[in-house]
């Protein structure tokens, strides 16, 4: 039976999260997790971005939390950073990488774009919205993606799908030959591919993480959900980057 050591993708109030940094950490120790990364959104989205200012007073609360919990739990500081053009730029501006431990990416309708051509795509026309571009879209979707992946170096690609129809063989293509997990969230509605396609995609060896995207210090660690879905998709530990009994990688932003 699969195990998380590390939930890797969740938020506190300093974004849209619903307890504080220091109660998510606790959550996590109740748990029995072994680390837990505080991933707040991206700077452009609009709802709930973290401003960049942020940053280091951020920095000095995870470190303290990392003396306070010395040999019991690691905190990693990261950022769920946005995709915020076609050409596959993010929202974290390269100066500011360096504050980070771990790196995630996702789309989200509320990041604002770059330019208002894109705002039409990324927001206005959405193919949920507009079934009929959903081809067009997946396409074009995909190609941002995929320059995300080879542009920026991140280290999970969270809730792909969500929000853009893709086309999931060749993200994970590009995530296994880049180095990218990919989310199997346990957040309702934000695992979007299924278990045919996760099978597919695993083929490709390419690694996945199961996250809660906790809002709540209640949902941090939450998991069963995902874990039940990978197991149904065959998944073996061996494909789970933040599976107990593995050793969790040194992220790229450590």
């Not at 700077?43 to 940053?55: E, F, T, V, Y």
Request: overall charge neutral; some cysteine; charged content about 25%.
């Amino acid at each position: 039976m699969i195990e998380i050591q590390a939930d890797l993708h969740t938020h506190s109030d300093l974004s849209d999260g619903k307890g504080t940094l220091e109660e998510n950490v606790e959550a996590a120790y109740r748990q029995g997790l072994g680390c837990i990364a505080c991933t707040e959104h991206g700077p452009r989205h609009m709802k709930a971005g973290i401003s960049m200012r942020q940053l280091s007073e951020l920095r000095r609360r995870v470190d303290r939390l990392n003396q306070q919990y010395q040999g019991k739990l690691t905190v990693l500081m990261g950022l769920e950073s946005n995709l915020i053009s076609l050409e596959g730029e993010l929202d974290v501006p390269e100066a500011y990488r360096e504050y980070f431990d771990i790196l995630l990416m996702g789309f989200h309708l509320s990041a604002r774009p770059t330019t208002l051509s894109e705002c039409w795509m990324f927001q206005i026309a959405n193919p949920r919205a507009e079934q009929r571009y959903s081809e067009r879209y997946r396409q074009k979707a995909t190609e941002a993606y995929l320059r995300a992946i080879e542009k920026n170096r991140f280290d999970i690609l969270v809730h792909p799908g969500l929000h853009w129809p893709l086309e999931y063989q060749k993200i994970a293509e590009a995530c296994q030959a880049y180095g990218v997990a990919m989310e199997i969230s346990a957040r309702p509605k934000h695992l979007i591919f299924n278990e045919k396609q996760t099978r597919q995609m695993a083929k490709t060896g390419v690694q996945f993480v199961i996250d809660s995207d906790g809002h709540k210090p209640e949902e941090i660690g939450r998991v069963q959900s995902a874990i039940d879905f990978a197991e149904r998709a065959g998944l073996g530990l061996e494909q789970i980057l933040n599976a107990k009994g593995r050793e969790l990688p040194a992220f790229r932003r450590g």
